[in-house]
T-cell receptor, first 114, second 114 residues
Framework: AQSVTQPDIHITVSEGASLELRCNYS??????LFWYVQSPGQGLQLLLK??????LVQGIKGFEAEFKRSQSSFNLRKPSVHWSDAAEYFC????????????FGKGTTLSVSS | GAVVSQHPSWVICKSGTSVKIECRSL??????MFWYRQFPKQSLMLMAT?????????EQGVEKDKFLINHASLTLSTLTVTSAHPEDSSFYIC??????????FGPGTRLTVL
């Protein structure tokens, strides 16, 4: 079955500390992988995406993610978290086939402490 | 990047009435749009895939007669919640597929049914 697992429901990180959000996927075809961020009551903003090539991808707001095919993982990282990063983070997987929707993980809530 | 708008951003209606939500791709054409539903503190669940000029494809468990989807043009898809009930209260988000299955999301519509 196709699925995305985000093992951590809620993470609290001190401002300035590093962050890693985990994402594992199960997908039959070549996966296209995404990380989105959602602030309360808002829509989704794309942080970064991986289609092919370099397995370390850079995104907006200083985020990066590494695709590891052998581990079926696409973990999101940031070296120094800012208070404004507090939000809900969703990992998603899709294919290159027309008409296919993304499959989302359940999300990880990030809290930032001062 | 591509911009997707939704209207209205929030709506309150009485039980038994119908509500229409519009999803527009502002600067590109989208042959495929997706409608998601998100309950508080939960992930996005795909409701249906909307294809321009043809019938929408609904996910299992989604009532097609209750959630009417029309994709009459390459830039507009509408979701009508018919005979809305309090349990239909949710955050509805649309997305439009661009190349490589990258999807751009609308800002969402908060529906509250009294």
């Amino acid at each position: 079955a196709q699925s995305v697992t985000q093992p951590d429901i809620h993470i609290t990180v001190s401002e300035g500390a590093s962050l890693e959000l985990r994402c594992n996927y199960s997908y039959g075809a070549t996966p296209y992988l995404f990380w989105y961020v959602q602030s309360p009551g808002q829509g989704l903003q794309l942080l970064l995406k991986y289609f092919s090539g370099d397995t370390l991808v850079q995104g907006i707001k200083g985020f990066e993610a590494e695709f590891k095919r052998s581990q079926s993982s696409f973990n999101l990282r940031k070296p120094s978290v800012h208070w404004s990063d507090a939000a809900e983070y969703f990992c998603a997987v899709g294919s290159n086939q027309a008409g296919t929707a993304l499959i989302f993980g359940k999300g990880t809530t990030l809290s930032v402490s001062s | 990047g591509a911009v997707v708008s939704q209207h209205p951003s929030w709506v309150i209606c009485k039980s038994g009435t119908s509500v229409k939500i519009e999803c527009r791709s502002l600067d590109f054409q989208a042959t495929t749009m997706f409608w998601y539903r998100q309950f508080p503190k939960q992930s996005l669940m795909l409701m249906a895939t909307s294809n321009e000029g043809s019938k929408a494809t609904y996910e299992q468990g989604v009532e097609k007669d209750k959630f009417l989807i029309n994709h009459a043009s390459l830039t507009l898809s509408t979701l009508t919640v018919t005979s809305a009930h309090p349990e239909d209260s949710s955050f509805y988000i649309c997305s439009a597929r661009v190349v490589r299955n990258e999807q751009f999301f609308g800002p969402g519509t908060r529906l509250t049914v009294l």
